[in-house]
């Protein structure tokens, strides 16, 4: 019985549903605990004029803290140094930090929030891409990736389509908000809890800001409740204002945002605008694309320049372009740093094709399908315009199984029959309730109805694809160390430089080290990401934690299971080469049927005996694993070579209704085929491809972020900010996964699977402009992402007026 490869339930699974798992703010208090708060500012853009703290600070158990008391450099970011802790002369968002409080009790901090005294001068703020445009405000120098001639290609292409695609932004909605516990130690000491994707940022971060070495600050993760790429970076805030208070008091703090206030501080997946020019023959192939990224990065760098590149490099999505130029500008604004949010970066590009192949196909009146069957990469003989090979390409047997199972051509012709009837005139007589004008015509919303009483609705279908390059972008992120220790009782603790946020890693790594070790699942237990344990790591991120980390900790296994072999040889005389672990035993093979039933002349020993002898032999059972991806080359210099280890894809079909009278959209059905290789636990696959769809279609459907004039965020709390939730979810969805049989390297044959799926989503968005289509043929609605009803009710307007 192998681990990997069944449906292992996730190893905090009972913990998340009975609330017994432990988050941050769940560790028991400890004695002389503080809380920790913020100040921020209240304008989106202002220089500072005074900060007086003396009114706070004497009230009593109170303390209070301003960039002044910072021991360190108030400077730091991921890529760029540009971001402080607490600001000095100047804010540039609403909620910037400028005091960080601290009490025991949460009446005292309010209090102390109250006495702070800050005296602002408002400046011009920059709220929106376009503004930042207009007064060139920008982040960084474009970027670009290119390949072909394409303002030659584009001269001579026989159709031109051109226009601006706007995609909205997207708060990631971890359920646990930002949050830190900070411990003292001896000396200078410092324990960091940190409800973080990175330990090792968070580590360097507090002892770089407050003055300390790295060796003298540990960051410890157990899990967080949610990071979906908000908590890569942006974890450090809550963890540098309790260290700080930790360090200055020598008193255990604990910071925790509330949602609201987290919503409004913290970054999200960046909003774009998009502007392209694409040329294309009769039969739908896309010759020519040109197309100009400007995304909103908010008021610091963070990520925003790795998140552009994922969008240049996801451009092409499926689709070999021949021709293609992209260019990216990050534009600067007075809101909080943008950062990374599943996908980062990737569905921005993904939407801008899939919007694109979607538009040409209703100019051509072709169906969408058949335009996207007919530009996708074929064969092995792809090459991208950033310069990879597209290897073990099944992008072409993919669609055709997915148009095959979905019964997709069947459906077509029901869409289009249902659609006619809904538009043709309404056959019945005017009666005094009738919608007729005056002039004896229709107005433009009425229409026949569908069998069945469906006035006024239209369907549409559409089927999207993903290709989504599987690595981090930055060549050092790429590697991975775990820490293995057998005890002896035969049991064994894993830990690795991965980090749990839901998506079921440990569950994956407890699988991947039973099975080295032919040890039983619940015999192996993995323990908090610590920084202690594993050092310089990635963030969990890039949907590689299973095989940075999973590789790390297979590495480290093999090595002590190599050492257990060398001596189990020895102690029976036998060659190494068929010494077996498997269940628990250790046997010599051929393989008795049974590990408990011994075979022919073969023997065999409980790996808890083993462990106990072994110890006696002085044989050490710990381990370090280490793993760096192999075959990363990309130069950023020209733009050109191959960032990814390989490719996960998938394809998803969507159907629709859209009411033309309310703009209300209801998803009918999905189905989704992915390749995700030898998935290792299909149970939590499963859940993270339609968690990730769910969350695509959220993105690309309903989630809005709304600001007040003057950059404070409306949309604030889930009674304004709209997630799906499980009645969103369509009754008919169908998922499969696809056998690819060319895929046979990576750990355990598997495939990435975390981030691709949110793309799906957008087959739900094509499918509305699929709808869209058969109210103006030929016309492709300017429909701006998020489609809300609302929007889908504009754009109807805009269509019939
Ligand atoms: N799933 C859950 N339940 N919670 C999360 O926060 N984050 C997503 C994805 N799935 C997330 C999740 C993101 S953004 C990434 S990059 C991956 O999980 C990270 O984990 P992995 O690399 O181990 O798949
Ligand atoms: N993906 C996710 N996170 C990252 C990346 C990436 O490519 N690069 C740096 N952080
Ligand atoms: Mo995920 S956006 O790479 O944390």
Request: aromatic share 8%; net charge negative; with cysteine.
């Amino acid at each position: 019985m192998s681990a990997v490869g069944t449906s292992h339930p996730h190893e905090s699974a009972v913990g998340h549903v009975t609330g017994q798992a432990h988050y941050i703010d769940d560790m028991p208090r400890m004695a002389g605990e503080l809380i920790v708060d913020f100040v921020g500012s209240s304008f989106a853009h202002a220089e500072i004029l005074s900060v007086d703290v003396s009114a706070a600070a004497k009230i009593p158990g109170v303390c209070v803290f301003t960039y002044k008391d910072i021991g360190g450099v108030n400077l730091f970011g991921p890529i760029i140094q540009d971001e402080v802790f607490l600001a000095e002369t100047h804010v540039h968002f609403i909620g910037e930090p400028i005091v960080v409080v601290a009490a025991a009790t949460h009446e005292r901090i309010a209090q102390a929030k109250q006495a702070v005294k800050i005296e602002l001068r408002e400046l011009p703020a920059i709220l929106s891409i376009d503004a930042a445009i207009e007064k060139k405000k920008f982040l960084t120098t474009p970027i670009k990736m290119e390949q072909g001639d394409v303002d030659a290609a584009l001269e001579k292409s026989s159709h031109r389509l051109d226009g601006t695609f706007i995609i909205g932004g997207q708060e990631q909605f971890y359920l646990e908000s930002q949050a830190a516990f900070a411990v003292p130690g001896e000396g200078n000491d410092l324990t960091v809890y940190s409800s973080t994707q990175n330990t090792t940022e968070v580590q360097k971060v507090v002892a770089e800001v407050l003055g300390l070495k790295h060796s003298e600050v540990v960051c410890i993760c157990k899990r967080m409740g949610g990071g979906f790429g908000g908590k890569e970076t942006q974890a450090v805030m809550p963890a540098l204002m309790a260290a700080i208070v930790a360090q200055k008091t020598k008193r255990p703090a604990r910071c925790q945002f509330s949602k609201d206030l987290d919503m409004m501080v913290t970054g999200k997946r960046h909003p774009y605008k998009a502007i392209y020019d694409v040329g294309f023959s009769s039969d739908g192939r896309v010759t020519a694309l040109k197309i100009d990224y400007f995304s909103d990065g908010g008021c610091t760098a963070d990520l925003s320049t790795s998140i552009l590149s994922r969008t240049l490099f996801h451009t092409d999505n499926c689709y070999d372009i021949p021709n293609l130029r992209a260019t990216g500008t990050i534009c600067k604004t007075n809101l909080p740093s943008n950062t990374a949010f599943r996908g980062f970066g990737g569905p921005q590009g993904v939407a801008a094709i899939e919007n694109i192949l979607e538009n040409v196909a209703t100019k051509l009146g072709l169906d969408a399908y058949e335009v996207r069957r007919r530009n996708l990469y074929q064969g092995e003989t792809g090459v991208t315009h950033y310069g990879q090979s597209v290897k073990n390409n099944v992008l072409p047997e993919l669609f055709a199984q997915l148009y095959e199972s979905s019964d997709y051509a069947e459906r077509r012709k029901a869409v289009v029959k249902k659609n006619a009837a809904a538009l043709a005139p309404n056959p019945l007589p005017a009666s005094p309730m009738s919608p007729l004008r005056p002039d004896g015509h229709l107005p433009p919303h009425a229409g026949g109805g569908w069998e069945g009483g469906q006035h006024g609705k239209l369907k549409g279908l559409a089927m999207t694809g993903v290709k989504f390059g599987i690595s981090f972008t930055t060549k050092f992120l790429n590697q991975g160390n775990a820490l293995v220790n057998v005890y002896t009782d035969g049991t064994v603790q894993v830990s690795t430089g991965g980090t749990e946020m839901g998506q079921g890693l440990y569950t994956k790594i407890q699988q991947i080290v039973a099975d080295e070790l032919g040890v039983r699942f619940e015999d192996v237990k993995v323990m908090p990401t610590s920084s202690e344990k594993s050092n310089n790591t990635a963030p969990t991120a890039a949907s590689a934690g299973t095989d940075l980390n999973g590789n790390a900790a297979a590495v480290a296994c093999r090595k002590i299971r190599g050492r257990l072999t060398e001596y189990v040889a020895r102690l029976w005389g036998v060659a190494p080469e068929v010494v077996e672990f498997r269940e628990g035993h250790v046997f010599v093979s051929p393989l008795p049927t049974s590990p408990r039933m011994r075979g022919e002349g073969g023997q065999t020993m409980p790996f808890a005996e083993l462990t106990q002898r072994a110890w006696r032999e002085r044989i050490s059972m710990g381990e370090r694993g280490f793993y760096a991806t192999p075959g990363l080359d990309f130069d950023y210099a020209t733009g050109k070579g191959s960032p990814f280890y390989y490719f996960t894809n998938g394809a998803c079909v969507a159907e629709v209704t859209i009411d033309r009278f309310t703009g209300a959209l209801t998803i009918d059905r999905l189905d989704i085929l992915m390749d995700i290789g030898k998935s290792i636990n299909p149970g939590i696959d499963r859940g993270q491809l339609i968690g990730g769809l769910v969350q695509g279609i959220g993105w690309v459907t309903a989630e809005e972020l709304k600001y007040s004039e003057k950059g404070a965020l409306l949309s604030h709390s889930p009674t304004t900010y709209k997630i799906p939730s499980i009645q969103d979810i369509p009754d008919d969805l169908r998922l499969e996964f696809f056998d690819n049989k060319l895929h046979n390297f990576n750990i355990r044959s598997s495939k990435a699977v975390a981030e691709p799926p949110l793309m799906l989503g957008l087959a739900v968005f094509c499918a509305v402009k699929n709808a869209l289509s058969y109210l103006s043929p030929r016309e492709a609605a300017d429909l701006k992402l998020p489609a809300t009803n609302e929007e889908i009710l504009m754009c109807m307007e805009k269509i019939t007026h």
